[in-house]
């Protein structure tokens, strides 16, 4: 079982940046596929980010790409933490963001419950 707490959220205005943070611990092996989702109000949760379990493989949705990136530090064998790089923030950045562990890089599909996420805001 994989636990998973995110931090790192703020508000900042247009164009500024912000990293996120995700902190899993737990039993490894297996190391956890990681991915990054974002629920603004009155919307579906929307997948973002994921990242593989050595972070070769990386995949970012279209509406963040060249804008955000994942990364992660698996140094320490107790707690991996996950990385959203964000850049260039807008306004429709502005969301509640979580991690969870997913299937594959390729569906993105959640498999964990949801935490308490962080919160972006970005204002003009």
């Known amino acids: 079982q994989v636990q998973l707490v995110e931090s790192g959220g703020g508000s900042v205005q247009v164009g500024g940046s912000l990293t996120l943070s995700c902190a899993a611990t737990g039993r490894f092996p297996p190391t956890p596929t990681i991915g990054w989702f974002r629920q603004s109000p009155g919307k579906e949760r929307a997948f973002v980010a994921a990242i593989g379990r050595i972070g070769a493989a990386k995949r970012v949705a279209d509406f963040v790409e060249g804008r955000f990136s994942v990364s992660r530090d698996n140094r320490d064998s107790t707690k991996h933490m996950i990385y959203l790089q964000m850049k260039n923030l807008l306004p429709e950045d502005t969301a509640v963001y979580y991690c969870?562990?997913?299937?594959?890089?390729?569906?993105?599909?959640?498999?964990?419950?949801w935490g308490l996420g962080t919160q972006v805001t970005v204002s003009s």
């Open positions: 969870n562990t997913i299937e594959d890089i390729r569906s993105g599909q959640p498999l964990g419950s």
